[in-house]
């Protein structure tokens, strides 16, 4: 006999697990991971930092929207803080300064900047070539804990009497009369009226397999390699530093450095795992950039990071399958988006008051695409 629920929702990332939450005060939820633990892909692998200059409009509306919650989370939110300050660094070179004009111009509504000459840049971060002359500094940015936001999603879940079932990848999913049916690769049969499609790089298989059009996402891997600061550096009040371009970032992390090239190597939904080209990758441009040198990798890792095609998330029901409802597509930025596109989720599911008041929910919804 199958577990009967409210609302299944398939994927315990973040996108799933904070949805879930959300949804457990109006609903019997259950979350349906794949794997033997939440977070294994994407959410657990993030660089997360809460910033601007990642995305377009609509991703800082979302961010924006999102900032309270990290400021101020619930009291019983989770054990540990869910996050740290740290400022941001944008940085450019002198024939980079138009571009960094406008990326100053599209962050200037959602955040507070400071501009930077190179004596600023420099202060800020001393790790920098003397070419990097020109900054916009960030001073609210916010080093999240995925691990940390994982798990107080999935306290609140628990403690409004939702379930997380891990180990459960769907084998088949079906409609019977008015409910989804998720059969799991162990057979245990799971039901709802409601299906959530929180599945990160395999949201469209799971589509696929439950008889709904796939929306086109792609999934893109991204590589952090970790190293040594040059002896005697004091990193730890140093800040997230970006090129202008989507060139590279690197931060301090536990002791060391951590860095991506910010590669987009398209994949297939997958576990993830570092390129050589790409690690190699990384070490050359923070060389190129700063002058560290990387003598030593101390580990490496890659995440798939999940776009639709308009490389905005989608949110909403799926029309033409009654119940199927997209969670999908938070690219780089799920972690910082998170309590936005939970309460988005809920506005549409449960109906409660829509939660954001400079995106609609026709901007996320999937019918956007036909």
Known sequence: MAAAYDILIIGGGIAGLSAAAALSSHAKVAVLEAEGQIGFHSSGRSATMLHYALGDRLVRALTLASRGFFDDPPDDFAEVPIGRPMPVLIHARDDEREELDALEADIAPFAKLDRLDARGVHQLCPLLKEDAVHGIADRRGIRLDPHALLQGNLRQLRRRGGELVTGARAAVIKRVQDVWEVTSEKGDVFSAPILVNA????????????????????????????????????????????????????????????????????????????????????????????????????????????????????????????????????????????????????????????????VSAEELSPNRFG
């Open 199 to 358: 599945a990160g790089s395999w949201v469209d298989v799971v589509a696929e397999l439950a008889g709904v059009r796939p929306l086109g996402f792609e999934p893109k891997r991204r590589t952090i390699i970790t190293f040594d600061a040059p002896p005697g550096t004091a990193i730890e009040a140093r800040p997230f530093a970006k090129t202008v371009g989507d060139e590279l970032y690197f931060a301090p992390e536990s002791g060391r450095l951590f860095a991506s090239p910010m590669d987009e190597v398209p994949s297939e939904p997958c576990d993830a795992q570092p390129d050589d080209y790409e690690v190699a990758l990384a070490a050359w441009r923070m060389e190129e950039r700063t002058i560290v040198k990387v003598d030593r990798i101390h580990s490496k890792w890659a995440g798939l990071r999940t776009f639709a095609p308009d490389r905005h998330p989608v949110v909403g029901f799926a029309s033409g399958a009654e119940g199927f409802f997209w969670l999908a597509g938070q690219g780089g930025f799920g972690l910082q988006t998170s309590p936005a596109m939970s309460l988005a989720a809920a506005s549409l599911i449960a109906g409660t008051a829509w939660p954001i008041a400079d």
